[in-house]
T-cell receptor, first 111, second 113 residues
C-alpha cells in the first residue's frame, strides 16, 4: 500500500543551523511527493513538491530531492530562521486523488 | 484569494448533539476532502469526493457523513457527537491529476464535552 514515514520530532535548532527532516515513502509506482508546512493556528500550505525521480523541489531556502533508489524525499535547509518554526508534513500522491500524509515534525528555532 | 473556506472556525458541542461543518472552494477543483488532525496522529482522511456526485470513505469515516452539494461545496456532518471526535478538522480540495497540489482551509476546532 501507500504510506509516508517521517522522522518524529520535536526538533529544536538554533538560528542559522542546518535542518534535515527525513521522509520515506512506500508505494507501488512513482508517486508525486510534497512537503507542507503548518504555522500555529493555520491550515497546511504547500512548501515544495516533486513529481518524478531526481526532481528537486525548492522554496524559501528549503529543498528536497526525489530519490527513487532510497524511496526518500528529505527536507533540508542550510540556515534556519526563527520564522521557520512550524510543523512540517511530508505527503505523497499516486494516481488518482488520495494524498497520504506523514504524522508531522514540529520544528522550533531558537534565537 | 478565498481558496478553501470552512465554517465554523470554533465550536463546542455536548455529547450527542449534531452539527455540520461547511466547506466551499472557489478554484473549480473536482476533488474535495475532509481530514482530522490529532496530536501525534498527523492528518487522517475522513471522507473524500473525487467529483461532484461521488463520495468515498477514507481512513476514519465512522461517526461522520458527508454531502457533496455541488462542485464548490462539501459538508461534513456529525450526527451524534462523541468526545473522541474532539479534533481539528480540515477541508481541502485539489484538481484530479498527477502532481497537483492539495489546498487546505484554515481549520475548524471542535470540542465535544
Amino acid at each position: 500500500g501507500n504510506s509516508v514515514t517521517q522522522m518524529e520530532g520535536p526538533v529544536t535548532l538554533s538560528e542559522e543551523a542546518f535542518l534535515t527532516i527525513n521522509c520515506t515513502y512506500t508505494a507501488t509506482g512513482y508517486p508525486s511527493l510534497f512537503w507542507y508546512v503548518q504555522y500555529p493556528g493555520e491550515g497546511l500550505q504547500l512548501l515544495l513538491k516533486a513529481t518524478k525521480a531526481d526532481d528537486k523541489g525548492s522554496n524559501k531556502g528549503f529543498e528536497a530531492t526525489y530519490r527513487k533508489e532510497t524511496t526518500s524525499f528529505h527536507l533540508e535547509k542550510g540556515s534556519v530562521q526563527v520564522s521557520d518554526s512550524a510543523v512540517y508534513f511530508c505527503a505523497s500522491l499516486r494516481t488518482g486523488n488520495q494524498f497520504y500524509f506523514g504524522t508531522g515534525t514540529s520544528l522550533t528555532v531558537i534565537p | 484569494n478565498a481558496g478553501v473556506t470552512q465554517t465554523p472556525k470554533f465550536q463546542v458541542l455536548k455529547t450527542g448533539q449534531s452539527m455540520t461543518l461547511q466547506c466551499a472552494q472557489d478554484m473549480n477543483h473536482n476533488s474535495m476532502y475532509w481530514y482530522r488532525q490529532d496530536p501525534g496522529m498527523g492528518l487522517r482522511l475522513i471522507y473524500y469526493s473525487a467529483s461532484e456526485g461521488t463520495t468515498d470513505k477514507g481512513e476514519v469515516p465512522n461517526g461522520y457523513n458527508v454531502s457533496r452539494l455541488n462542485k464548490r461545496e462539501f459538508s461534513l456532518r456529525l450526527e451524534s457527537a462523541a468526545p473522541s471526535q474532539t479534533s481539528v478538522y480540515f477541508c481541502a480540495s485539489s484538481e484530479t491529476a498527477r502532481g497537483n497540489t492539495i489546498y487546505f482551509g484554515e481549520g475548524s476546532w471542535l470540542t465535544v464535552v
